[in-house]
């Protein structure tokens, strides 16, 4: 794995790779034993942002989301103590794209190379994305306020009020930390794809290849079940 993107890296002139799979939060310990000259940065947002994002997005279950956030946060954290110091960093996405200069320099130092301006351009414009017509960072913090009513903030924080205030973030309820039940997770999962597959039909409608977008949706969302407990 490491020699094939490695070979890729060189190809584009880069003097590492980098693998993004967010789930990977789960796993730390297992790829740093892997790959023993691996190093981690993750990228923590706020979990109410989170579970705004998914829920414009994707459709997800709020509630589910931020269960989600704060045991893969939790577990990330265990894990990261197993790789030893200096391979682990924490980054807010807040702070890095409010000043993404100085946190990626900071990246930078955490790797061992050298900053380059053309680091804050992204390779693939956010247009798609989000109608976006700029590959410079958006500050994009406290949007769940305008999606969210106060009584589902309010239930958000009961779920992971303390998560949050431990990564400095402002909440009105520090002390929420409840669990949902895993029948209650498991079912709004199952709601949340069946809800997808009407976008998933749209898009095979208008694909060259319908069959070969089906089944790399499905293979998706089996790997997604496979790594994700939650």
């Not at 301006?117 to 410079?136: C, F, H, P, V």
């Not at 009407?198 to 079940?225: E, M, T």
């Amino acid at each position: 794995f490491d020699c094939i993107l490695g070979w890729f890296a060189a190809e584009a002139d880069k003097e590492i790779w980098c693998e993004k799979t967010p789930m990977h939060a789960l796993h730390i310990a297992d790829i740093g034993a892997a790959l023993p000259s691996s190093r981690f940065v993750h990228i923590i947002r706020d979990g109410r942002d989170c579970a705004a994002s998914f829920r414009r997005r994707w459709g997800y279950n709020a509630k589910v989301t931020v269960h989600r956030w704060k045991h893969t946060i939790r577990i990330a954290r265990q894990q990261a103590e197993s790789v030893g110091a200096g391979r682990y960093m924490e980054v807010r996405f807040e702070e890095l794209t409010a000043s993404p200069e100085e946190v990626f320099g900071d990246i930078c130092k955490f790797l061992d190379i050298e900053f380059e301006a053309r680091i804050l351009e992204s390779s693939r414009t956010s247009a798609r994305m989000r109608g976006i017509d700029s590959k410079q960072l958006k500050p994009n913090s406290g949007s769940y306020k305008s999606l969210f009513s106060p009584r589902q903030i309010d239930d958000l924080e009961e779920l992971a009020g303390a998560a949050l205030a431990e990564l400095g973030y402002m909440v009105q309820n520090d002390a929420g930390d409840r669990d949902l039940s895993s029948f209650y997770v498991g079912l709004q999962n199952v709601v949340t794809r069946f809800g997808r597959m009407g976008d998933i039909y749209q898009r095979a409608r208008s694909s060259g290849k319908p069959w070969k977008l089906i089944v790399g949706r499905i293979r998706s969302g089996l790997g997604h079940i496979r790594s994700n407990r939650y």
